[in-house]
């Protein structure tokens, strides 16, 4: 498990969802800045960061609305640290949890050296990602139908697809 450890003078940890974001923005020493719930969009974003911009560092879990964050993050050549998902669930997962409380400990993760971090997609990458992140669901009736729980992985369907190809591919003009 590798952590992000750099140094930075803000550390804004994102509690994301669909519609809503908690934001929390610590400095250096640990106080906390600026501790408010936005809407995900994001002027709002950008609006509300605006005076912490200079060495700042954003985090956020490795959840399915990450990657508009990433890609504003990366055009605006702000510092970007995906969480990981799992990790950060068994780093700071209690009792008492809301999105006030998820952000501040993001920050306080990212602050500490303890973020645990995920790998952060290109963005030309992200299609097939979430491709072979999808479950397979055959639909079929009859004798040939396969039961789910006889589906084989995913790669053994592709190396079987592969399999009838061509190594090379010959076009006459």
């Known amino acids: 498990m590798k952590f992000y450890i750099k140094q930075h003078r803000f550390y804004c940890g994102i509690d994301l969802h669909a519609n809503a974001m908690f934001v929390c923005v610590l400095d250096s020493t640990g106080e906390v800045v600026l501790h408010k719930n936005i809407p995900t969009r994001p002027k709002a974003f950008l609006r509300l960061i605006k005076p912490y911009r200079e060495d700042l560092v954003v985090g956020c879990e490795c959840m399915f609305t990450w990657y508009w964050l990433a890609d504003l993050c990366a055009n ?13 669930r068994a780093i700071h997962g209690g009792k ?4 006030k409380i998820d952000s501040h400990k993001i920050a306080v993760l990212l602050r500490g ?4 971090v995920a790998y952060t997609y290109p963005k030309k990458m992200r299609a097939t990602r979430d491709l072979l992140q999808r479950p397979i669901i055959w639909r079929a009736s009859g004798p040939n139908s396969m039961p789910i729980s006889k589906i084989p992985p995913l790669s053994t369907i592709c190396q079987s697809l592969w399999a009838g190809l061509p190594s090379r591919v010959s076009v006459e003009i």
């Open 76 to 88: 605006e050549e702000i510092d970007f640290v995906l969480g990981h998902a799992l990790y950060m």
């Open 96 to 99: 008492a949890k809301n999105d």
């Open 113 to 116: 050296g303890s973020f645990p």
